[in-house]
C-alpha cells in the first residue's frame, strides 16, 4: 500500500438476469406508475434571475443533436457544461481535434479557459506580457505566488507576478505553459466568468455576500455559519484542505479509499507528499488499511459518498472509527449526492462539497465549500487556516455568491424529484436484456450508504451502467434524446461517457480499477418521468 495500487478487480454487483425484450414496455410502465405521484409533487423553477428572458429549455429541448454540438449548458453565458452530443464529438474534443474544439462556445471551466476569460487574460497580456509568454490571471497575490513556486519548480523557469487593477497575473515561458494550466485545472483557483465579465464592463464589485451564503449553507449542514468556508471552485476547496493538514508538515502521505473523482486523487499525488489509494473498500487490503489508520500512518483519509461515477459507499462508521483511534482527519465529499441525501459531517473531520452541483441544481455557477465539524479534534487546525484560504486564495466572488444564494432556495425540495428520476431509470436499466452493469447506491454497497443517509434523503440522482455490448455504446448515446456533457446536478438530464471524458490517457488503468471505458454517467433531472424513462427505452433498442 506505499504506492497507488493499480490492477484491481471490478466491483460492485452483477445486474441478475434482463426480462425479455418483450416485456421491456411493460416494465417501463411499470416503473413509470411506481414513482409517478413522488416526481409530481416536484415543481422546477425557472433559473434564478432568467425570468422574463428567452432562453432554451433543456428539459423540453434537450440538446443531443450533432448540430448542437458546443453549445453552453444550460443555455447561459455562464454555463459550466459544455454540448458533446455524440461518442464521436467526445473523442474529437479529447483529442483536440479542430472540427470539434473550434464548435465550442464554452467548457466545463477549469479545462476550459471561458470565452469571457480569455478576453480578460488577452487584455492582461497586452498590458503585461512579453513575446513567448503565457499569460494566467489569478484572484489575488497569494494564490498566485504559490502557484509560482510550483510551476517555476516544476516547469524549471523563472516566472513574473505582476499586480493587474487588483487581481494578479503571472507571466509564464511558453515552454511551462501546459505546467501552468495544469496547476489551474487541479487547484481550481481561477478567475471566474462573472468577475471577467464585469471588469470587461467596468463594473468590478467589491463587495461580499459571504455571509449570507454561509447562514444558508449552515442551515442546510447544520453547523454554525463560522464553520462553512467558501472557494471558488470545489477543487480549491480540496485543495485547501489539503494543504491545512497537519500531518502534511511532518511528510506523510494520504489515503484515498475507493476510486475517486479523477482531480481529487491527481491533487493528493502532486501537491502533497504521495498517496497511497486503495481501490475497494472490502477484503485484505481494507483492513489493512484501517491497522495503518489506526496506527496515524497517514496525513488524511480522503473518500467520497458514493464515489463517482461508480456510486460506491465505504463503511464511513468503521473508518471513522479508526481515524479516531489513529488520530488521522477523515475528509468526506458529499458532492455526488449532495447533503440532503447523505449526513457526511456526522462522520468527517471536514466535509467538502462541490457547490457547483446538486446544491446550485442550475449549472450556472462554479463555487465550493469545506465545512469543519465542530466536534472534530481537528477542528483548531482547520478552521484558521480554511477561513484565511477562502478569504485570500479562492474567494467566491460578489456576483456568484448572489448566483448562488438565488438557486439554493429550491434546495432541497427539487431533490425529491431527481432521486425518484434516477431510481426509475436505475430499475430500468436494471431489467433490460442490453444492460450488463448499474451502478448506483440502490444497488451498490447499499447498506453502506444506508448508514449515512439522512432520514428524508434517497439514494441520489447520479448512476452509471454499461452494455453487455461495448460496441453498442457509441449508437446507444448518440440516440439518447437527452442533454450530452461533463459535469452533473443540473434541472435537465445530463449524460456522458464519463471514462472517455475523464480517463482518455489511462484506459487501461481505469479498465483495471473496475471502470469500464464504454460506461455511460447518467446525471437524473426534472423530467416528467415518462418522458425520461422512454428516451432511454427508445436508445437501447439499438443496444
Known sequence: MDRVRRGWPRGGRKVGEACPASQAESGA???LRRYLPEILTCRTALPPGKEGVLM???????????????????????ACSVCLPTWKSVLGY????????????????????????????SLAADEIGREGEFVLVFPGKISAQRAQRWIERRGEVAVRSVDFHGMQVLAVPAKARQVAVDYQRFTG?????????????????????????????????????????????????????????PGLKEGRKTLQIEFPYVDALKVQ????????????????????????????????????????????????????AACAEGGVPLIIDDSTVGPSNVAALRWADVVTSSLTKWLSGA????????????????????????????????????????????????????MAAHNANA????????????????????????ANYDRIMTAKGGYGPLLSFVLKN??????????????????????????????????????????????????IRVSCGTEPMDVLLGHFAAALELA
Open 269 to 320: 499525488e502532486l501537491f502533497g507528499h504521495g498517496v497511497v489509494f486503495l481501490n475497494q473498500a472490502e477484503g485484505e487490503s481494507f483492513d489493512e488499511a484501517l491497522r495503518r489508520i489506526r496506527q496515524g500512518d497517514f496525513a488524511a483519509v480522503f473518500t467520497e459518498v458514493p464515489s463517482n461515477p461508480l456510486l460506491r459507499t465505504i463503511d464511513v462508521p468503521r473508518v471513522a
Open 94 to 121: 479529447e483529442e483536440g481535434r479542430d472540427k470539434v474544439v473550434r464548435k465550442m462556445r464554452i467548457g466545463y471551466p477549469r479545462f476550459f479557459r471561458h470565452p469571457l476569460v480569455a478576453r480578460l487574460t
Open 56 to 78: 432554451r429549455d433543456l428539459i423540453a429541448q434537450p440538446a443531443w443533436e450533432e448540430e448542437d454540438l458546443g453549445i453552453p449548458l444550460p443555455d447561459s453565458p455562464h
Open 29 to 31: 410502465k411499470s416503473v
Open 363 to 414: 449549472g450556472d455557477v462554479m463555487a465550493g465549500m469545506a465545512v469543519v465539524r465542530p466536534d472534530s479534534p481537528f477542528a483548531a487546525d482547520f478552521l484558521p487556516l480554511l477561513t484565511e484560504e477562502s478569504a485570500t486564495c479562492s474567494p467566491l466572488y460578489v456576483g456568484d455568491a448572489e448566483v448562488l444564494l438565488a438557486n439554493l432556495k429550491s434546495f432541497p425540495g427539487r
Open 189 to 245: 483557483e481561477l478567475i471566474g466568468s462573472r468577475q471577467a465579465e464585469d471588469f470587461l464592463n467596468g463594473k468590478v464589485r467589491d463587495g461580499d455576500k459571504g455571509h449570507l451564503l454561509q447562514r444558508r449553507l449552515g442551515g442546510i449542514v447544520s453547523v454554525d455559519p463560522s464553520h462553512v468556508c467558501l472557494f471558488n471552485s470545489g477543487m480549491a476547496a480540496i485543495s485547501a484542505v489539503l494543504r491545512s493538514l
Open 423 to 446: 431510481m426509475a431509470l436505475v430499475e430500468l436499466l436494471a431489467s433490460h436484456p442490453a444492460v450488463a452493469e448499474v451502478w448506483h447506491p440502490s444497488r451498490v454497497n447499499t
Open 470 to 519: 461495448p460496441k453498442r455504446a457509441p449508437k446507444v448515446f448518440d440516440a439518447l434524446k437527452v442533454s450530452k456533457g461533463p459535469s452533473f446536478g443540473t434541472p435537465f438530464t445530463l449524460a456522458c461517457p464519463y471514462t472517455l471524458l475523464a480517463h482518455y490517457p489511462e484506459l487501461d488503468w481505469a479498465e483495471a480499477c473496475g471502470v469500464p471505458s464504454h460506461l
